[in-house]
DNA sequence: TTAATAGTGTCTTTAAGACAGTATGTC
DNA sequence: GACATACTGTCTTAAAGACACTATTAA
């Protein structure tokens, strides 16, 4: 540990036993995934997290996204701080704190070259856990708030392309938590109050196709009233 | 400051420069007011706050819990973390850290003797910070949260005493928000799902007394699936 | 009896949900 | 044409809200 020579620097904050830790989201092929990658002190592989730099970081937000444009080529389209969580269990070398963050990315983030990142199934992580530390527990807090925002929110269209259909919006919910609303409530609520824009254009397929839209850019992320309750758990 | 000599003992975390920062309210004559002390190091009233101690607290909720323990006689009824506030320019020194809290005290508690603990009416608290450092802009973070809360939990109950009539939880709503749900609505929702459980007595006045419930102890917190929206801002 | 607050009955409104039916593309 | 998926119409349901009404105490 180098905890003395970084606070005689001054750089107090800088040390590992701060740490900011982010689970990105991403849908790929129907499925949740979360950006992880290796690290040399572990074996398994690790949520993207670091320290903060005073230099680099004027906030705990900056924190975070610096680390993820580590790994990813594209910022998220949604950061969302979760938790922190400070104790003397999570670290074997003593009190630890960390300051959670989950990111939501779309599908057309691609990894960055030269690094190890990868998408790591979500569904796979059971109760062994599959990644370093406590980083399973962390996806799963991380997750939790996700699945419940999602029901009352519009966050379902930031883990969507630029343009998307209604439908896809239903297989975020499938995706997330194993059941949908049916579609006339999906289409209620998101064509209500200007949320969407019309792109004009359709999606082909061996079927009628679909009426695409994005998501309207005078609107910032918003929450509505009532849940879905078809989704409640 | 003391950076290097805290750092050399090994207590990194327990600096100035990492908090936990407490906004715990309470209600008193139909108002909402927070505890305050005063501190030697500054002129106006600042939350309760302080460091985390490795060797009393095992986690977070400890310290924060804690903290408020130095003050009142009784612990809170409810107790959250809101956020995380990490940036370089709230604390002239450079990169601050704090993690922020709020507590819902019931009427009951009391202020320890020996100290200088206040409650500070929150409605007080305009535009020029009446509170020290930035605390003034913490309780409006909380209240924001609170205030969102109440209006989908079952959070109104935990600033009211043991036993307490319907409309006192109207009255709630009336301090926090500056409106309330109609008595039909709040007594829909509080009367169902034996949230509630009966005392059998009665509260007198000049007027037609009042059923008196406390809290059914077979219920942690909980949230409904829809706000109300007679209190939406 | 009146003032004051407690509490009920009942109709309306809002947004979700069930479900049947229609539309429009590819093959 | 069959198929698959997109979309619409319409009735039901759950819970909030409006509002008029009744109830029960003290003074």
Redesign the pocket.
């Known amino acids: 540990m180098t905890l003395s020579a970084d606070a005689k620097t001054g750089m107090l904050l800088s040390t590992a036993l701060i740490s900011v830790d982010i689970a990105a989201f991403v849908l790929r092929d129907n499925k949740l995934q979360v950006l992880t990658h290796s690290r040399p002190d572990t074996d398994l592989p690790a949520l993207p997290a670091g320290r903060i730099e005073p230099e680099l970081d004027s906030c705990l937000d900056n924190t975070a996204e610096r680390h993820l444009l580590t790994l990813l080529d594209t910022p998220p389209t949604y950061l969302e701080q979760v938790v922190t969580i400070g104790n003397d269990f999570r670290d074997t070398r003593g009190w630890s704190l960390t300051v959670v963050y989950y990111a939501l990315i779309p599908p057309s983030a691609e990894l960055k070259l030269g690094t190890d990142a990868e998408w790591h199934d979500v569904s796979a992580m059971g109760e062994t856990s599959t990644l370093a530390f406590d980083h399973g527990a962390l996806v799963k807090q991380a997750m939790e708030r996700l699945s419940k925002k999602v029901q009352y929110s519009t966050l379902p269209l930031y883990l969507l392309p630029e343009t998307f ?3 896809d919006i239903r297989k975020v919910f499938e995706a997330l938590l194993g059941k949908a ?5 999906i ?3 998101f064509l ?1 109050d200007n949320l969407l824009q019309p792109t004009g254009t ?10 695409l839209y994005r998501i309207n850019p005078e609107h910032e992320p918003r929450l ?3 849940l ?4 409640a758990s």
Chains 1, 2 share one sequence.
Do not use: D
């Open positions: 259909s209604l439908s609303p049916p579609m006339r409530s289409r209620n609520r209500s359709m999606r082909y397929g061996s079927n009628r196709p679909a009426a509505f009233n009532r879905y309750h078809t989704t």
